[in-house]
């Protein structure tokens, strides 16, 4: 069974960073695309960053220049560097990735960032 794992969640003040990591067990094949989305309390969740197979990356205009997604193709891991965090960005973040034509998502780990 294919399963997406994040770890690296937690409390951190603001100015503070934080790494995030998305690993894929229990299939022979590589991560395609893949991205980073969050759900904070009373909102939509949204998409943070995306990567590619090709490592084109996207990031919501909200973290450009804060956050930075990135892989490592061999050990089927996907992380996102969260720097210079605020308040807002707190919320449950989500990993999702494109494996062998099918869709997985995570189970979520909380952010979040004190003031």
């Known amino acids: 069974q294919v399963q997406l794992v994040e770890s690296g969640g937690g409390l951190v003040q603001a100015g503070g960073s934080l790494r995030l990591s998305c690993a894929a067990s229990?299939?022979?094949?590589?991560?395609?695309?893949a991205g980073w989305h969050r759900q904070a309390p009373g909102k939509q969740r949204e998409l943070v960053a995306g990567?590619?197979?090709?490592?084109?990356?996207n990031y919501a205009d909200s973290v450009k220049g804060r956050f930075t997604i990135s892989r490592d193709n061999a050990k089927k891991v996907v992380f996102l560097q969260m720097d210079s965090l605020k308040p807002e960005d707190t919320a449950v973040y989500y990993c999702?990735?494109?494996?062998?034509?099918?869709?997985?998502w995570g189970q979520g780990t909380q952010v979040t960032v004190s003031s």
């Open positions: 999702n990735a494109l494996l062998g034509g099918r869709d997985y």
């Open positions: 990567i590619s197979k090709f490592e084109s990356t």
């Open positions: 229990g299939s022979t094949f590589l991560i395609n695309d």
